[in-house]
């Protein structure tokens, strides 16, 4: 094995045990030595890497933003392709925008379940939110939001943007996978089961956008 594959896959090992701790314990609940230990690496390795803690939370977050970022660009392309004249409907972008959530997160990949969870984390952070989705995610926003401008052609922009802070609402609710519905159901519906979830908001948000746009 070569020095640098050695130091890929290091360096991924700590990738990976920072997303999973902060994901379960938030930025301020884990030291570099708790992710260290369990990448099973020397802390000098963490900032011979990334540096500070919040160097590696940074590198953390933009390491599947970016995926996750072109994927949905991707759907929302396909979305706007596809649409005829005057045929663009809410539920087409708030599809494009929520259903590679749902199958990424429906996989069998950890490290993304993780992931969500953190951005859900992130999401609802008085301390990171406003900074941090700003950074990694508002231009993809801005995207959907401006195709929903189009879908919506009367709509006032106020109320296109309350829209989508509801919709951040459910989805960072969804992202974390607390296991809060599954008591809550008694096991009927599980926050697991991301695929359907995603599924089920889909509709369930367009009609919101349509309900107070039309006001």
């Known amino acids: 094995m070569s020095s640098e594959s050695t130091k890929k896959s290091r360096k991924e090992r ?12 938030g930025f301020d609940g884990v030291t570099l030595r708790n992710i260290t230990t369990a990448a099973n690496v020397d802390v000098a390795l963490v900032n011979y890497h990334f540096g500070p803690k919040r160097d590696l939370f940074d590198a953390v977050l933009n390491r599947r933003a970016e995926v996750l970022n072109q994927v949905r660009s991707d759907a929302l392309d396909a979305c706007l ?55 990694y995610f508002n231009p993809l926003v801005s995207r959907f939001i401006e195709a929903l401008r189009k879908a919506l052609p009367d709509a006032d922009d106020e109320a296109l ?14 992202m974390a996978d607390t ?3 599954d008591t809550l159901s008694n096991g009927l519906a599980k926050s697991a089961d991301a695929e359907k979830g995603y599924a089920h908001m889909i509709p369930f948000i367009a009609a919101g956008f349509r309900a107070i746009c039309a006001r």
């Open 14 to 25: 700590i990738l990976d045990a920072a997303e999973e701790l902060f994901s379960e314990h």
């Open 179 to 181: 296991g809060r519905l």
């Open 81 to 135: 392709l596809n649409a005829g004249d005057g045929q663009l409907t809410v539920e087409d972008i708030i599809h494009a925008y929520l259903a590679p959530m749902g199958e990424i997160q429906g996989s069998a990949d950890e490290g993304w379940r993780h992931y969500f969870a953190l951005i859900a984390y992130v999401n609802n952070s008085p301390e990171f939110g406003r900074e941090v989705m700003s950074q």
């Open 161 to 174: 943007y309350w829209g989508y802070h509801y919709l951040s609402g459910a989805l960072t609710l969804t």
